[in-house]
């Protein structure tokens, strides 16, 4: 059997992707691209290796249950963190919206850690300020997959749309414009 998807950031590829980006620096709506699709992206691995319908169901009919659900799905991190954020108050938005942010909070503390101190992020007000901005970038990406999820648990999610990768031809086109404000 396959490694359950970890929360740990040194064994997540995708997720490494992004703190790499919010250490270069990269511009908030690139960080917030990036975080959306590997957010995506570890729904799908996670739904691979447990039952989203019948997790969502146990955490809304019973979720005093959920630990042995874990348990029996080898003590995933993914069904553990479920049971953290169904337990009331939620965030705004539901359980399946509480699940989809507490994903993204997990990786954004240890991508606070890698960041700062670095020459690019010399104090941890500067990097949380940036995340922020990030957070708001993504939201609306997190609360469509989470309506997704609400809507079908067992149906993989999609990148929503303006959240997936831009080709180079397409990133040349948005920039267009703003070359030719320049040259005037």
Known sequence: MAENESLDLGKSLRWRSVCDAVCRGDSAEDVARAAVVSTVRTIRKVQEQVPFADLFNIASVAPERLPTFARAHGGHDYIKLLHEVAQPPLYGGGMHFAFVAAI?????????????????????????????????????????????????????????????????????????????????
């Open 104 to 184: 993204v909070e997990k990786f954004w503390d240890q991508i606070i850690l890698r960041a700062v101190p670095s020459r690019r992020w010399p104090s941890l007000q500067s990097c949380i300020a940036f995340l922020t901005v990030v957070r708001a970038n993504m939201e609306p990406g997190l609360r469509s997959v989470a309506a997704g999820l609400a809507q079908d648990p067992a149906c993989r999610p999609k990148v929503p749309a303006g959240y997936a990768k831009s080709t180079p031809a397409e990133r040349t086109r948005s920039m267009l414009p703003q070359s030719l404000m320049r040259m005037r």
